[in-house]
């Protein structure tokens, strides 16, 4: 059998985990003295009143090394290859704690997956690579194929801010400028790399919005996939969002709608919403 593994910052709802027998390895996010476990004792409506009433600013650690290898040596023990999708290496270091767990087990029958990406980005690569899994496929053939449409893949934001991005180090204050004006609105997006470029800046909210609109339209988009459709808190901008490319005619109609979780909402806020879609082949 095929074990898939996941972190946390893929924002799986525990139907999505349960379906296809996920693992998903929790990163930890830290308010001052008070450390938290991602999707085990702090949920996403819990982590969101914190990112309101706590003084200090939300700090997020990856997994441990031991993390990855007790999830290893359980299915390796067990007969099972693993296939582990993760959170984008120019982004944490939860793909080094998986590389490290890999060599302490001998590396054999373990694939790993950087996703590039993060929340429903992350997730998309990784319930496309639970669907191969169903369908009987190896894992060497999946891990292939899901760096495939990995490569295909787009991730564009639109934030309230990007204070949560300069303070936790992921945004340098030189290329945010003056997006941390009040009616200045940042779009972001992942670089083929996997971290993190301000895209341009808007002003106001439906100008960002028309703008995120136009990255669809200037890239096309494959329509045999969904779109994945993402949001911190608040999904009101999103289905605003969604409304507006389903005018277009965008499917819109069985897209995967995903509330930001505690990794990746420690560094965008509330607020955000984008969508993560594929590019066709060529």
Excluded: W
């Excluded at 992350?122 to 060497?140: C, H, S």
């Excluded at 787009?154 to 941390?180: N, Q």
């Excluded at 005018?247 to 919403?273: D, L, M, R």
């Amino acid at each position: 059998m095929i074990r898939i593994i996941t972190d946390s910052a893929a924002d799986m709802e525990k139907e999505e985990l349960e379906k296809y027998s996920i693992t998903s390895i929790p990163l930890s996010v830290s308010f001052g003295e008070k450390n938290y476990l991602d999707g085990v004792d702090l949920d996403k409506e819990k982590f969101y009143e914190l990112l309101k009433t706590e003084k200090e600013f939300p700090k997020t650690s990856q997994p441990s090394p031991e993390a990855f290898l007790a999830e290893f040596k359980a299915a390796l023990d067990a007969g099972d290859e693993v296939i582990a999708i993760l959170l984008s290496g120019g982004l944490s270091g939860t793909m080094q704690s998986a590389l490290i767990a890999k060599e302490l087990c001998g590396g054999e029958g373990i694939y790993i997956v950087d996703s590039l990406l993060a929340t429903g980005g992350e997730k998309a690569l990784v319930l496309y690579a639970a669907e191969l899994a169903q369908k009987g496929m190896g894992a060497a053939e999946i891990a292939e194929m899901t760096e495939k449409l990995r490569d295909r893949s787009r991730l564009v934001a639109g934030l309230d801010t990007l204070e949560y991005l300069c303070k936790g180090g992921r945004l340098s204050k030189t290329a945010a400028g003056i997006g941390t004006l009040a009616n200045i609105k940042p779009i972001i997006k992942l670089t083929p790399e996997g971290t993190v470029a301000l895209a341009e800046k808007c002003l106001g909210r439906k100008s960002m919005m028309g703008k995120l609109v136009k990255y669809l339209d200037k890239t096309g988009i494959d329509k045999s996939l969904p779109l994945y459709f993402l949001y911190s808190k608040d999904r009101g901008n999103c289905e605003e969002f969604m409304e507006r490319l389903g005018e277009k005619g965008y499917p819109v109609e069985n897209a995967v709608v995903t509330n930001i979780g505690s990794t990746i909402g420690a560094h965008v806020g509330e607020g955000a919403f984008g969508v993560v879609y594929f590019v066709p082949e060529e």
